[in-house]
């Protein structure tokens, strides 16, 4: 009984063990490019989230658009992510890039948004400034009408 459990174990954690080679494509994307491409998947996917219907109106087909903006093909990509994926800390570093850029675009938005309440307000208070000089200027006006007619 006892070589038996020994044997079943010994089965069991043989066919545990991955005796896959991580062999190089020949055909590999750089990581710079996977971080640039991975990127704009993201981008892609949450657009699609958000405004799928102007994607789809305007004929756009985003696997096609990364693949001949990068000039791959799916296959190439593949075998490059899988390639990646078997080397944990490179897909990290990949994908912790990947986060960076997001991070980044973020706060570029943010700011910009933030930037333009910031000049919507003061054109406001511009107009305002501007209209209560106006009405100012007009009492100013009929005041001094009254006084000449006088």
Known sequence: ???VL???FVLN???CYDNVDNEKPQDLISEENMVNIIYDMSLIN???GINKRIIENNGM???SYILNKYNIDSIQFVNSNRYYSKDLQKYLMIY???LENLEIN???ISDSIDANKLNKSKRSLEIIAADSMRIEM???DKNNSKIIRN
């Open 1 to 3: 009984m006892k070589r």
């Open 6 to 8: 020994i044997i079943i």
């Open 13 to 15: 954690l043989n066919s």
């Open 46 to 48: 949450v657009s699609k």
């Open 61 to 63: 087909r985003p696997k």
């Open 96 to 98: 912790e890039k990947v």
């Open 106 to 108: 973020r706060k570029l």
């Open 138 to 140: 007009k009492g100013l």
